[in-house]
Structures are given as structure tokens and as C-alpha cells.
């Protein structure tokens, strides 16, 4: 896991989600082809077992975002947590902002005793995902995930 405390790369800070970033969210959600809705943006930001943070510029304007999902698990003997999402504007891409914004959750998770966090992904994942994953100290999981249809 990402351990050091440096401060983010300068351009961006890092903060907790408001209300009001919940149309910026959901655009940039847009930027990936997903469909989101503002109200459960909301929702997640006032959920007591989520956390989502955001990259904003220095205009205030979010450029990035990430969320973890926190709740006890059996298998686990304690609490497992979840990235959900990992988003990042195109033109913020591949400047420090998703490798910050997931080291701060990991250490959020630590703060939260979490004893085993993953990373959720839809889709096939690319080898760049891939990489950057494992430069943030995560391996490629051999687990089975079924949906209902």
C-alpha cells in the first residue's frame, strides 16, 4: 500500500466531497461513458459507510475523484473496504491526481482498521490500469464475482 504523507503534486488539492460537487462528478463520469445520477452522488457523500474525495483545481473545480466503500466482513474478521470508483479528468490524467487520490483512501482505510481493501473494476481492464495499480501496490486478485441478471 501507498504509506508516504508527501503533499500532492501542486495544481490540485484533495478534499471530502460536497453537495455541490455532485454535477461536476456525475459530468466527469460522462467522460468514461457511464451514467450517473446526481441524487445518489448525494447520497454516497452523506452515506455513513462510504467516503468520497475529490481533486479540485485551483478554482475549486473537481478534476478527479475516488470513493471507498467500509463494512465488516465475516471472512475477513473485521472491516473490508472497496475503491468503487477511481475517475479522472482526461486533461488531469497521468499528473499525480488518481495516484493521490488513492493513496489518501488508502490511508483512510488504515485510519478505519480496514483489513483488506480492494479495487473494483467493470470491464476489461487495460495493461496501463493494470500498471498503474501495481505501482500503487495493489495486485491483479484471483476472485470470482458473479451478477445477477
Given at each position: 500500500?501507498?504509506?508516504?504523507?508527501?503533499?500532492?503534486?501542486?495544481?490540485?488539492?484533495?478534499?471530502?466531497?460536497?453537495?455541490?460537487?455532485?454535477?461536476?462528478?456525475?459530468?466527469?463520469?460522462?467522460?468514461?461513458?457511464?451514467?450517473?445520477?446526481?441524487?445518489?452522488?448525494?447520497?454516497?457523500?452523506?452515506?455513513?459507510?462510504?467516503?468520497?474525495?475529490?481533486?479540485?483545481?485551483?478554482?475549486?473545480?473537481v478534476?478527479?475523484?475516488?470513493?471507498?466503500?467500509?463494512?465488516?466482513?465475516?471472512?475477513?474478521g473485521?472491516?473490508?473496504?472497496?475503491?468503487?470508483?477511481?475517475?479522472v479528468?482526461?486533461?488531469?490524467?497521468?499528473?499525480?491526481?488518481?495516484?493521490?487520490?488513492?493513496?489518501?483512501?488508502?490511508?483512510?482505510?488504515?485510519?478505519?482498521?480496514?483489513?483488506?481493501?480492494?479495487?473494483?473494476?467493470?470491464?476489461?481492464?487495460?495493461?496501463?490500469?493494470?500498471?498503474?495499480?501495481?505501482?500503487?501496490?495493489?495486485?491483479?486478485?484471483?476472485?470470482?464475482?458473479?451478477?445477477?441478471?
Amino acid at each position: 500500500m501507498v504509506a508516504s504523507m508527501t503533499p500532492p503534486p501542486v495544481g490540485f488539492k484533495v478534499r471530502p466531497a460536497r453537495r455541490g460537487d455532485a454535477a461536476p462528478i456525475v459530468t466527469l463520469l460522462a467522460e468514461v461513458g457511464a451514467v450517473a445520477d446526481p441524487n445518489t452522488v448525494t447520497w454516497i457523500i452523506s452515506h455513513p459507510e462510504m467516503e468520497l474525495l475529490v481533486a479540485a483545481d485551483h478554482l475549486d473545480k473537481v478534476v478527479g475523484f475516488i470513493t471507498l466503500s467500509h463494512r465488516p466482513v465475516l471472512k475477513t474478521g473485521g472491516r473490508s473496504g472497496t475503491i468503487d470508483e477511481l475517475n479522472v479528468a482526461n486533461a488531469w490524467r497521468r499528473k499525480g491526481v488518481g495516484r493521490e487520490l488513492l493513496r489518501r483512501v488508502v490511508e483512510r482505510a488504515k485510519v478505519l482498521s480496514v483489513k483488506r481493501l480492494e479495487v473494483q473494476t467493470y470491464g476489461p481492464v487495460s495493461e496501463e490500469v493494470k500498471a498503474f495499480f501495481r505501482a500503487c501496490g495493489f495486485d491483479q486478485a484471483d476472485v470470482g464475482t458473479f451478477r445477477m441478471k
